[in-house]
């Protein structure tokens, strides 16, 4: 047995030796990629805050643009920023949700459902800009709703919606069975045990989707670029009159311009937009903490 | 059914019916923007090849949407788009994949807990800020330094920013198929006496292949729909190149650039802009149709 073993030694040990440093240096290969990846996240973080920082003041966020770097403000994007969350959350809101309820609860196993379904997936996948070009035609144009801050809303809505539907139906469909047959055993009708114990255990789940997903609206550009989202407007929007702008489309028109000051400013712009994101996750986290601390099965 | 449940049914109140048929017409509105997208893309692209061959479009090598004389080749803008995404997935397969493997083979539940979120974060930056750091920091300060004759515009910097961009995708999409594969699989290798690295490329890579298929498909079809990263850091010139360096238009750039302008309504350019919103939508759903075939196929693997 001892000398088995010590005749195959000199064999394996040399090989293994080897494998080993391979694989030794293959997983510092992926821990550079890791890193390399986490890497490029800071140094974007740290650039635009040091270049942006110094220009970050009361006056800026409550001021209006202007031609000159240092009198610019960005009150009219904040407000139709904020303008614009509100009414794209509150469209989708009701949509998303029933959309999810429906094909969780509600919809009979067959070819309709699969198709509703395999098309919410593709429609995830639907380019941004492509969402643009669809709101042009049916808002703008067909609704006669105009270049307005409420097209651009109903846009961003169906833009994000598929993306609230597949969240919200995930949350859904976490809820065990027997919570169902609970609510039905108790006489419940559907749609009473939809409320009654559905909802409130999957409204936590539900809600983060919809918050993640405004987040992800209002940090969208592309879309309101043919929404006719303008450039230099020095007054607060009105939702339903045209001339609105919005915080990633002032920030674009700010890089757009060469001088150094211009970027320094859009950089302070991003700081409050990446701002505006973080409060808005930082919610989505705590609402799921807080509320799901009820919920136990 | 039995007659007992029969009753049942028909005495549904009309208000469960009517919350059924409001629920119904919610989960319908994706299908009707579908049918809309569509319309919307298809009508004014009929008009737009009543007036241009479709021969033209699609073998035009010469693309003039504000310079006559107009032309309305196709090929430059979609050669750039290729380009940029092509370098996209050359930044993002390496990097993506790397990490999917160690967050799904190497690290340990801690370490995943910060870095998956750290990931999100990533995907989460809007893109304008991407291009802002494209033409600020990347373009300047790196790629000019670096890579002699390259502008301040450059598909490369196009190509980099996208691919930082959907790094997390495929990160996250690769470790959700390398975890998916039944630990089974490893365990029977390791007691074969493979190292490590040898259950990695032998078994987990392999195993997961169709699903990172999946990812770097899925990958692919948002970066050529990716806009304002692209509009920003790879400009809005039109030219049918195969360099990197060169500053190029991709259909998207093209599409942000008529809009930004005051483009009649019944011009040929409006029309222009929804014939390659058009060529853009067909391209990203023959993507994403393949990357679901390719995921349905890896889901009967093991099931």
Known sequence: ?297 | MTAASRALTRRTPLREQGIELILFLAAAIGVLTTVGIILALIFETIEFFREISLLEYLTGTVWSASIQPYAWGIIPLLVSTLMVATIALIVAIPLGLLGAVYLAEYASNRTRTVIKPLLELIAGVPTIVLGFFAINFLSPEILQRVVPGIGGFSALAGGIVVGILVTPLIASLSEDAMRAVPRALHEGAFAMGATKWEVVRKIALPAALSGIMAAVILAMSRAVGETMAVVLAAGTNPNLTFDPRESVQTMTAFIVQISLGDTPQQSIQFKALFAVGATLFLITLVLNLLSNRVVAKFRNAYE
Request: glycine share 8%; hydrophobic share 55%.
């Open chain 1, 1 to 297: 047995m001892t000398a088995a073993t010590t005749s195959v030694r000199p064999i394996f040990e040399p090989q293994l030796a080897r494998r080993k440093l391979r694989g030794t240096i293959f997983f510092g290969v992926c821990v550079a990629a890791i890193g390399l990846t986490l890497l490029t996240l800071l140094v974007l973080l740290v650039d635009i805050f040091t270049r942006g920082v110094p220009w970050l003041s009361a006056d800026f966020l409550t001021g209006v643009p202007s031609r000159i770097p240092s009198r610019a403000g960005l009150l009219p994007a904040l407000v139709g920023t904020i303008q614009m969350g509100l009414i794209t959350g509150i469209v989708t809101f009701p949509l998303g949700i029933g959309a999810a309820i429906y094909l969780e609860e509600y919809a009979p196993e067959g070819r309709l459902t699969s198709i509703l379904r395999t098309n919410i997936s593709n429609l995830a996948g639907v380019p941004s800009i492509i969402y643009g070009i669809f709101g042009l035609a049916l808002f703008v144009r067909a609704l006669s709703l105009g270049y307005t801050l409420l097209a651009g809303a109903l846009t961003l809505s169906l833009l994000i919606l598929p993306v609230v539907i597949i969240s919200s139906m995930e949350a859904i469909r976490a809820i065990p069975d027997s919570q169902r047959e609970a609510a039905y055993a108790l006489g419940a009708s559907r749609w009473q045990m939809v409320r009654g114990a559905i909802l409130p255990a999957a409204g936590p789940g539900i809600l983060t989707g919809i918050i993640l997903a405004m987040a992800r609206a209002i940090g969208e550009t592309a879309p309101l670029i043919l929404i006719g989202a303008v450039t230099f407007v020095t007054y607060l929007p009105h939702p339903l009159e045209g001339g609105y702008t919005v915080l990633p489309i002032q920030i674009f028109s700010w890089i757009s311009r060469p001088q150094d000051d211009f970027q320094a400013i859009a950089a302070a712009a991003i700081i409050v937009l990446l701002t505006a994101l973080f409060i808005l996750n930082a919610l989505a986290l705590v609402l799921r903490a807080r509320l799901s601390a009820h919920v136990r099965w």
